[in-house]
């Protein structure tokens, strides 16, 4: 149990245009879902808290427009990179809390790894 | 703010070679403190978590106590395999908070050969 899962897998587009992300929790609902960057070699920094049905809470530094969340419904989010440039190349990662009382694991998908040339 | 600080990787072991990577936090309050393992071209898994002071979380043979007073979380294993090979992030979440954010280490490439 407990699978999230994110689609694509991999993406590599031409820079200027705009890239969506799916992330979705398999076999639960989500009321909470995060994304994640990560650079080669480092850490994840956390872009954003999506929670289902209001508008996301970006961390400092991310900017909103450019990284568009969309948290539908309790099992989808989506990250759309808009107007992507090589600099925003990356690996990028979901995770999903269980939308259970007092139950706060983070679950991870597998990652999209988004190429700009 | 919160840290979390690693010990700086990679590791490369020998199978069957003990096993410790450093981990030491900053934070506020009383925080949850987890380890996550990240195999290659997979996401994260959890791999094990200690919630209050003196907590032990173990999993797979790995071992890792919550130590308040040294503000650490190291990771341990007796005996580490080649399939433990991986990338190994120390993590916390802030205390008090449902459905917090989880703030991570660096990461710690580990290598293990036969």
């Known amino acids: 149990g407990a699978v999230v899962s994110q689609h694509p897998s991999r993406v590599i587009c031409k820079s200027g245009t705009s890239v969506k992300i799916e992330c979705r929790s398999l076999?639960?609902?989500?009321?909470?879902m995060f994304w994640y960057r990560q650079f080669p070699k480092q850490s994840l920094m956390l872009m954003a808290t999506s929670n289902e049905g209001s508008k996301a809470t970006y961390e400092q530094g991310v900017e909103k427009d450019k990284f568009l969340i969309n948290h539908a419904s309790l099992t989808l989010s989506t990250l759309t990179v808009t107007s992507a440039h090589p600099e925003d190349s990356s690996f990028y990662i979901c995770s999903a809390s269980p939308a259970v009382a007092g139950y706060n694991e983070q679950f991870f998908g597998p990652g999209t790894r988004l190429t700009v040339l | 703010g919160n840290s979390v600080t690693q010990m700086e990787g990679p590791v490369t072991l020998s199978e069957e070679a003990f096993l410790t990577i450093n981990c030491t936090y900053t934070?506020?309050?009383?925080?949850?403190l987890f380890w996550y393992v990240q195999y290659p071209g997979e996401g994260l898994q959890l791999l094990l978590k200690?919630?209050?002071?003196?907590d032990k979380g173990s999993n797979k043979g790995f071992e890792a106590t919550y130590r308040k007073e040294t503000t650490s979380f190291h990771l341990e294993k007796g005996s580490v395999q080649v399939s433990d090979s991986a990338v190994y992030f120390c993590?916390?979440?802030?205390?008090?908070?449902?459905?917090?954010?989880?703030?991570f280490g660096q990461g710690t490439i580990l290598t293990v050969h036969p």
């Open positions: 934070a506020t309050g009383y925080p949850s």
């Open positions: 076999d639960f609902q989500a009321t909470t």
């Open positions: 200690a919630t209050k002071a003196d």
């Open positions: 993590a916390l979440r802030a205390g008090g908070t449902s459905y917090g954010k989880l703030t």
